[in-house]
């Protein structure tokens, strides 16, 4: 815990929201990422969901890119990403709308005209978090083929009882 240090940073500011000295100790000495930052709202709109969770991750790669010593890039998705199916091996499915086609809709539409497309994005996911989720794990599929990847699918995330410290994240 004393090698943690946390630094302050915005997911939805490019280049994550973080300072350029910041961003100098990151690249000079950061091996491992465990990027966790979303936002788990289930129902927020298709704009913010598409920016936190999918835009976010862009903006993710493109610093671990920079990392002189990445070792790893451990991306926390969700086992909710394919909800809508009965059975799910560890595979990224292909969807029906390629993620870049809907931030390009961002330049343009009104949450609400975003809204009346929704239905037919979501494949029969349940909300804008899982299918977000989904077009996240499709997004470092096809642009960090170049960087050692593993994505994460827990059912849910808590905090600690007791260790190492109470509420910890």
């Known amino acids: 815990i004393d090698r943690i240090v946390p630094i302050a940073g915005d997911i939805s500011k490019p280049g994550l929201g973080i300072s350029k000295e910041d961003e100098e100790i990151l690249v000079g000495s950061v091996s491992i990422v465990f990027h966790l930052a979303a936002t788990i709202q289930f129902n927020d709109s298709l704009r913010d969901s598409l920016q936190y969770n999918v835009i976010g991750v862009r903006e993710m790669i493109k610093l671990c890119r920079k990392m002189k010593k990445l070792q790893a890039l451990v991306h926390v998705s969700t086992a909710y990403s394919n909800c809508h199916m ?32 929704l239905p037919s994005f979501l ?3 349940p909300n804008t978090y899982t299918f977000t989720k989904a077009l996240a794990e499709s997004l470092l599929q096809n642009e960090a083929k170049d960087l050692p990847v593993a994505i994460f699918r827990p059912s849910i995330i808590g905090t600690p009882y007791h260790e190492p410290l109470p509420g910890y994240i």
Do not use: A, C, F
């Open 86 to 117: 009965k059975n799910i091996d560890e595979i990224i499915y292909p969807l029906n709308v390629h993620y870049d086609k809907l931030i390009s809709l961002l330049d343009w539409m009104t949450d609400e005209q975003l809204d009346l497309l």
């Open 123 to 125: 494949q029969g996911r």
